[in-house]
């Protein structure tokens, strides 16, 4: 459950990457932006060669919401499967609703500001080991900003940066607010 309720960020944007031909599915995901006591931030970084194209790139961790499961569930699983973390939930900070036209997808992602517990093994599934090449990035908050601002120079990385470079700065904000760290 959540610590404290903050106003929610709410984004809705658009591809302009890739040309719009349909929107086949629509995806439920859970994010975090987590943070530990020592005012390090915790995110994926992802190293794809596939049909977004080549890039190396910073994200938070998270994923799809699977049937049945509730959105705290799936947070906390996949920050055990990518990160190898539990946490704390502090607040839900934003939805984000984007499109990747090149996937004919439609994403409603929901990001909660959560604090390090405690670090353990990672639980990648195939996928995530040898295709992304799923690594943890684990940094200050100015050199987030500055490796998302590194993403912007492929299309994939942009539709990222521009996803979630707006919540990291809010989550930023509220730790600051309320004394977090």
């Not at 990457?17 to 975090?32: D, G, M, Y």
């Not at 984000?96 to 405690?118: A, F, G, I, Q, W």
């Not at 912007?152 to 809010?170: A, D, H, I, W």
Request: charged share 30%; hydrophobic share 35%; glycine share 6%.
């Amino acid at each position: 459950m959540c610590k404290f309720q903050v106003e929610e960020l709410s984004l809705l944007l658009k591809d302009t990457e890739w040309p719009f031909t349909s929107i086949k599915s629509h995806r439920q995901i859970v994010r975090a932006i987590v943070f530990d006591e020592a005012g390090f931030f915790y995110f994926v970084g992802v190293s794809r060669d596939d049909e977004f194209g080549k890039s190396d790139s910073i994200e938070t961790s998270g994923g799809g919401v699977e049937q049945g499961e509730s959105q705290m569930h799936a947070l906390n699983r996949e920050l055990k499967e990518e990160l190898g973390i539990e946490v704390e939930i502090i607040c839900k900070l934003a939805q984000v609703e984007d499109d990747y036209h090149l996937l004919k997808r439609h994403n409603v992602s929901h990001y909660y500001l959560c604090k390090m517990l405690s670090q353990g093994m990672r639980q990648l599934t195939e996928m995530e080991r040898n295709h992304l090449q799923l690594s943890v990035i684990k940094c200050r908050y100015n050199e987030a900003v500055q490796f998302y601002g590194e993403n912007t120079s492929t299309p994939f990385g942009r539709l990222v940066s521009n996803r979630e470079l707006p919540v990291l700065k809010y989550a930023k904000q509220i730790i600051d607010e309320k004394h977090l760290l």
